[in-house]
């Protein structure tokens, strides 16, 4: 584990998630949501190819041309009261040369990681350089939440919910497939995604929905975000007390949402692989398993698609091409008719989300010779989190105060790492089309992104090629850039001899 990483920790004041879990209403709808968009056969229906998109500047600077547009966000079309107003308006900015000089015109989106807001860093850094280097462009596009997405409320990159977390990754997946068809209009290609730590696993959450051949480069991110919060660096961030509080508080978390998650091992039991005799050692016989775990999820699919895709939805679509975006939204605040429709359709999605249905999350944590690891591992242990961040502390005798963080702290920290598997595990989402062009960069210090005690990029997605930079999280970020870069140049030219 990287003492840098430790260190740089240590000097931010930022706490995420100081409102708790998020409205347990929200995190149902959120829930059925993530079962439609990580399938890409109907994720990819959601989303018009000629979804509209506004170019609101277009200048040619000394070296490059420079574009800005703004659209509204698919996700406040369909989860609208879930996602807050000032997020709906996705806005991004395009690295672009003043003239393409071949047929070829390479476009890269670039998602932000945690803390980079605006557009400067990710200019400076990658977009600029990639134009001048090896011709290609860029789109920058504002995460939620983030710069000029930002809720007043909210504290630089402190986001109030857990759920907001959730609401960041569906809205990123939806956006990323309107920029990619807004591409393809243009004529420009081929394409491709990447970003860096949360950035990165953002892009291959976008990757996955996209139904053509992309060029992914997630950089120093990972599988799934489920360590990251539990015994990673940032869980020392999250105030453990205000969350295991509101999980005991408010029984539904237990009762209700925790039904929807299924725990690896249960999983792994269903599918026939006793856990006394490890857990999958082929690749094969795991990519069986999360296959046939993703089509648990075709029924719900079926019976949930029509909510999300309602009439209102169609309506809104029609009215937002015809009036432009900055119309849109004042008739949506002004319209009392349209606000009916929109309330509706949520209230439809709300009443189907009370159902009893079991979702099974295709959660394989370990294979055989990783789960050994754990077992000596001190970072994965929930002890060892416990520890960590602090959770429990209270003014009770030791024999209380051992009880009560035993039982509650150690329920709310698996709550955690339940619903961030459940929500960002990339062995729920669709396999890219073409896993060959994905090029993972990875620090093998990462005290921020654990590797240990889950299943590798590698396993997820056996032909993708992953590099290894020795150093921690933050070291990498600041020292090797070129690397990052470098990466990208690659994968786009996998995509372009075998597709070009």
């Known amino acids: 584990m990287s003492r840098l990483d430790q260190l740089y920790r240590r000097i931010l004041i930022s706490r995420l998630f100081t409102k708790g879990w998020g409205k347990p209403e929200n995190l149902k709808r959120l829930f059925d949501c993530r079962k439609i968009i990580s399938n890409r056969e109907e994720c990819i229906k959601l989303i018009p190819p000629d979804y509209p998109v506004h170019v609101d500047k277009d200048v040619m600077m000394d070296d490059h041309r ?3 547009g703004h659209f509204l966000s698919p996700f406040s079309l369909y989860m609208a009261d879930v996602m807050p107003k000032e997020v709906e308006i996705a806005r991004f900015q395009m690295i672009m040369p003043k003239s393409w000089n071949s047929k070829l015109k390479p476009i890269c989106v ?6 980079d807001h605006y557009y400067w860093r990710r200019r400076t850094l990658l977009a600029k350089p990639l134009l001048k280097e090896s011709g290609i462009a860029s789109i920058i596009l504002e995460n939620p ?17 857990v759920s907001d977390l959730f609401v960041m990754g569906g809205a990123l997946i939806m956006e990323s497939l309107v920029l990619f068809n807004w591409c393809e209009r243009q004529g420009w290609g081929p394409l491709g995604i990447t970003g ?7 892009a291959s959450l976008a990757a996955s929905n996209w139904n053509k051949p992309l060029s992914l480069i997630p950089c120093l991110s990972w599988t799934t975000a489920s360590g990251v919060f539990t015994h990673g660096i940032l869980s020392e961030a999250i105030p453990w007390r205000v ?3 509101q999980y005991h508080e408010e029984q ?11 725990s690896p091992e249960d999983v792994v039991k269903a599918y026939g692989v006793e856990v006394s005799q490890g857990y999958p050692e082929s690749v094969e016989e795991l990519t069986q398993i999360l296959s046939n775990l993703r089509n648990q999820n075709k029924d719900f699919i079926k019976k949930t698609y029509s909510n999300f895709k309602t009439d209102a939805c169609e309506n809104a679509m029609s009215l937002l091409k015809q009036v432009g975006t900055n119309n849109f939204l004042a008739l949506q605040s002004n319209n009392d008719s349209q606000s009916r429709k929109v309330n509706e359709k949520s209230s439809t999605v709300s009443n189907h989300s009370n159902s009893n249905l079991r979702y099974i999350s295709p959660v394989i944590e370990r294979d055989n010779n990783s789960m050994k690891a754990a077992g000596k591992s001190r970072y994965l242990s929930l002890s060892y989190a ?3 961040t602090q959770i429990g502390k209270t003014k009770k005798s030791k024999a209380e105060e051992k009880q009560f963080s035993n039982r509650i702290s150690e329920e709310a920290l698996k709550f955690m790492r339940d619903v961030m598997e459940e929500f960002t595990h990339l062995g729920n989402y669709s396999q890219p089309v073409d896993t060959s062009l994905i090029i993972i960069v990875a620090a093998r210090q990462d005290a921020y992104i654990p590797h240990e005690g889950v299943l590798s990029l590698k396993q997820i997605w056996p032909e993708a090629e992953v590099r290894y930079i020795e150093s921690g999280h933050i070291s990498a970020f600041l020292f ?21």
């Open 145 to 161: 939440y983030y710069g000029v997405r930002k809720p007043k409320k909210q504290l630089r990159s402190a986001l109030h919910n």
């Open 110 to 115: 670039h998602l932000g990681g945690t803390g």
């Open 196 to 202: 860096i730590s949360m950035g990165g696993h953002m």
């Open 252 to 262: 539904v978390y237990a009762t209700e949402i925790k039904k929807l998650i299924q």
């Open 480 to 500: 090797n850039q070129k690397n990052f870069r470098q990466a990208i140049v690659d994968a786009f030219d996998k995509q372009i001899k075998k597709y070009y």
């Open 243 to 245: 969350l295991q509080t």
């Open 66 to 68: 420079l574009m800005e």
């Open 386 to 388: 416990l520890a960590k």
